[in-house]
């Protein structure tokens, strides 16, 4: 009888113990907003850095030069020859 009693105790504690540790719902709603926040952060600095490394890649820059050369063309086509 003492057994059990005592396992029922212990059993009890580690309930108590466990419930003491979760966290409320406030907690809980601030860790989510916090959470969102380091999320949108960490997006936003992938981001820029893929934008970056996009402009500066090889490929767009040649890109970029053949269009403004193309431009220049179409300009010089356009003007007038006096």
Known sequence: MR???AVAV???A???YTEAQEETMEQKIANVGSQI???GQQVAEQTKAALE???NSETT???KSWA???IEMIKNAVR???
Do not use: G, R
């Open 61 to 63: 820059q040649k890109i």
């Open 10 to 12: 212990l059993v009890l």
């Open 68 to 70: 403004d050369e193309y």
């Open 53 to 55: 490394s996009f402009k």
């Open 37 to 39: 926040t380091e999320f």
């Open 3 to 5: 057994l059990y009693l």
């Open 80 to 82: 007038p020859s006096n």
């Open 14 to 16: 580690f309930v108590a």
